[in-house]
């Protein structure tokens, strides 16, 4: 629902706020520059944006959105070297790298961004607990 996406982000911004966390363009560019690099030049940005029915600036939002979850679990979330060795091996095939640092920093994000999500659910719960949120309608 609409209405609850728009509240969540909202909670999220401030908890961030709260916690002095923020988001630069220059990472919001970044971020923009790793989707674009998956895309491995098979398909332009622009054209797989316009696939998902989906605009630049609705691309960056969600980057934006990204980057203040994994800020707010960052230190939470960890990765050791034989989860990496232990993904590369699992998902070797799947991996767009082919030399040993790229696949090791591949499986990195990987694994960052699954753990990012389960923290940030188990940190989300708690915000919105905590949040004193009224809908009027």
């Known amino acids: 629902d609409t209405l609850d996406e728009m509240i969540n982000e909202q909670i999220l911004k401030s908890e961030a706020e709260k916690q002095g966390i923020t988001v630069s363009d220059a990472e919001i560019n970044t971020k923009v ?4 690099k ?3 030049g098979k398909i332009s940005l622009k054209d797989a944006l316009a ?3 989906m605009t630049m600036d609705e691309l960056k939002h969600s980057m934006e959105i990204r980057i ?3 800020k707010l679990t ?3 979330v960890s990765v050791s070297d034989s989860e990496i060795s232990d993904y590369i091996s699992q998902n070797k095939d799947s991996l767009t790298s082919t030399d040993e ?5 591949e499986a990195k994000a990987a694994i960052v961004q699954g753990k990012t999500g389960q923290e940030f ?3 989300f ?3 919105k607990k905590n949040a004193k949120v009224t809908k009027f309608l």
Not at 101 to 105: C, F, H, I, Q, R
């Open 33 to 36: 520059s790793e989707v674009e």
């Open 38 to 40: 998956t895309l491995q």
């Open 51 to 53: 696939n998902q029915k």
């Open 68 to 70: 203040l979850m994994e």
């Open 74 to 76: 960052a230190k939470k």
């Open 101 to 105: 640092a790229g696949m090791k920093a």
């Open 121 to 123: 659910q188990k940190l």
């Open 125 to 127: 719960a708690d915000f």
